[in-house]
């Protein structure tokens, strides 16, 4: 786990693949004892919105809702995009996945790598 040296909190971060001929990254990442999220996209990124599904095991994975609506962060490349707004959302799944686009409108990554996706969390 590294530190942040401006606030000395804990932080990790996670690269997110979204595999090309895919939206959503396969595998979650966990938000144990994490609450606070950030997101860059990477340059040439072919989508502006990322959505998320949540677990609880790390099998079933379901999409994620706030209030009735899905639970949506608009994302530019290179631009590092904090998400407080969801710290509700987000503490209450253990595993997290991204996806590029929304549920009704998943973006299927083009190109041999996909898109990595850099999740920045800390407590």
Not at 28 to 34: D, E, K, L, V
Not at 74 to 86: E, G, H, K, R
Request: glycine share 8%; aromatic share 8%; charged share 5%.
């Amino acid at each position: 786990m590294s530190q942040s040296v401006r606030d000395a909190r804990p932080y990790v971060i996670w690269p997110v693949t979204i595999p090309s001929g895919a939206s959503i990254c396969p595998t979650g990442i966990s938000m144990a004892g994490y609450k606070h999220a950030a997101f860059l996209v990477p340059s040439g990124s072919n989508y502006s919105m990322l959505t998320f599904q949540g677990s609880i095991d790390n099998v079933n994975f379901y999409n994620l809702q706030m209030d009735g609506v899905e639970v949506q962060q608009i994302a530019s490349a290179n631009v590092l995009t904090v998400a407080d707004q969801f710290l509700t959302a987000f503490s209450t799944v253990n595993f997290l996945t991204v996806r590029a686009g929304t549920s009704a409108l998943p973006i299927v990554q083009t190109g041999s790598a996909g898109s990595i996706i850099q999740v920045l969390m800390s407590v």
